[in-house]
Nanobody
Framework: QVQLVESGGGLVQAGGLLRLSCAASGSIFSINVMGWYRQAPGKQRELVATMSSSGSTNYLGSVNGRFTISRDNAKNTVYLQMNSLKPEDTAVYYC?????????WGQGTQVTVSS
């Protein structure tokens, strides 16, 4: 069993910044992928950024250069630093952990960017 607890969402003006955190607990294997997805109203969930336990990253094109993912493997925690936020970044952000053949999701945290 794996639990993911997110924090750091909120309301920010365009151009502002936020930092999301997600702590994983339970049966965590050393080889995994952690990251963030988001879902805006009426849209499908999309990958924002992921990072493997070895450090490989993958970003959504529209956030490249603005968002930075990082992780602390000792703490099983992943972070998403979001700079230069835009109204189109408004969504519920979900923490993700993939290991072996299983996918785990956090409960989601709302990020709202006002124009």
């Amino acid at each position: 069993q794996v639990q993911l607890v997110e924090s750091g969402g909120g309301l920010v003006q365009a151009g502002g910044l936020l930092r999301l955190s997600c702590a994983a607990s339970g049966s965590i294997f050393s080889i995994n992928v952690m990251g963030w997805y988001r879902q805006a109203p009426g849209k499908q969930r999309e990958l924002v950024a992921t990072m493997s336990s070895s450090g490989s990253t993958n970003y959504l094109g529209s956030v490249n250069g603005r968002f930075t993912i990082s992780r602390d493997n000792a703490k099983n925690t992943v972070y998403l630093q979001m700079n230069s936020l835009k109204p189109e970044d408004t969504a519920v952000y979900y923490c993700y952990l993939g290991q072996r053949t299983y996918d785990y999701w956090g409960q989601g945290t709302q990020v709202t960017v006002s124009s």
